[in-house]
């Protein structure tokens, strides 16, 4: 299952619709543009967290499940919440606006309404992956768990699509495919692709 159908069964894209006052189709386009970048925060913040287990004990500390939950229950969102995974995944407001602008260049969907929406998806996506984790024992570092073949990759190969391999295509396919300069570090070639090169 790809992402956005996950978005989309739990009640996600018509959320962020609903909250924003954007159509389900505008909702769906907007989060898909911003996804790269939040998964890819997330796997240079496991990267540099001590891996999976680092990855996981972050999330629990921001929120755990109840992240999701938060987005996906009647009450307005806290996005407040959202904005803490923002700060832990990417580290600067600068990087999130960066994301928000290229993600309106490609969708057409207003810039203001997609700086409203990133710590929304990045909460459902957080949220999503601290509930898989636990449940499939992510701490240990044995099996898939939430990076390389496992979770993460799994959720980075199908937004990306079939490019290089896919979601197939392991840790090191993955992890190329965001790491273009070969450093370790994804964010800076995401920053790099919005003109945000550090």
């Given at each position: 299952?790809?992402?956005?159908?996950?978005?989309?069964?739990?009640?996600?894209?018509?959320?962020?619709?609903?909250?924003?006052?954007?159509?389900?189709?505008?909702?769906?386009?907007?989060?898909?543009?911003?996804?790269?970048?939040?998964?890819?925060?997330?796997?240079?913040?496991?990267?540099?967290?001590?891996?999976?287990?680092?990855?996981?004990?972050?999330?629990?500390?921001?929120?755990?499940?109840?992240?999701?939950?938060?987005?996906?229950?009647?009450?307005?969102?806290?996005?407040?919440?959202?904005?803490n995974?923002?700060?832990?995944?990417?580290?600067?407001?600068?990087?999130?606006?960066?994301?928000?602008?290229?993600?309106?260049?490609?969708?057409?969907?207003?810039v203001?309404?997609?700086?409203?929406?990133?710590?929304?998806?990045a909460?459902?996506?957080?949220?999503?992956?601290?509930?898989?984790?636990?449940?499939?024992?992510?701490?240990?570092?044995?099996?898939?768990?939430?990076?390389?073949?496992?979770?993460?990759?799994?959720?980075?190969?199908?937004?990306?699509?079939?490019?290089?391999?896919?979601?197939?295509?392991?840790?090191?396919?993955?992890?190329?495919?965001?790491?273009?300069?070969?450093?370790?570090?994804?964010?800076?070639?995401?920053?790099?692709?919005?003109?945000?090169?550090?």
């Amino acid at each position: 299952m790809n992402v956005q159908d996950l978005l989309k069964q739990a009640g996600g894209i018509g959320t962020l619709a609903k909250e924003l006052g954007l159509n389900p189709a505008q909702a769906a386009s907007g989060a898909e543009a911003l996804l790269p970048a939040i998964l890819g925060g997330l796997k240079k913040t496991a990267a540099t967290s001590g891996g999976e287990s680092g990855l996981g004990s972050l999330l629990q500390s921001l929120g755990g499940g109840a992240l999701a939950d938060a987005v996906l229950s009647k009450s307005p969102t806290p996005v407040d919440q959202g904005n803490n995974v923002l700060g832990a995944i990417f580290g600067s407001k600068d990087v999130s606006r960066a994301v928000a602008a290229d993600a309106a260049k490609k969708t057409g969907v207003d810039v203001s309404a997609l700086k409203k929406m990133l710590p929304m998806v990045a909460m459902l996506v957080a949220g999503f992956m601290a509930k898989k984790g636990a449940s499939s024992g992510a701490s240990k570092p044995a099996g898939g768990g939430l990076l390389g073949g496992g979770m993460l990759g799994g959720l980075l190969g199908s937004v990306l699509g079939g490019k290089k391999g896919g979601a197939s295509g392991g840790a090191g396919g993955l992890l190329s495919m965001l790491d273009a300069d070969g450093d370790g570090n994804p964010l800076d070639d995401i920053l790099g692709m919005l003109g945000k090169k550090k």
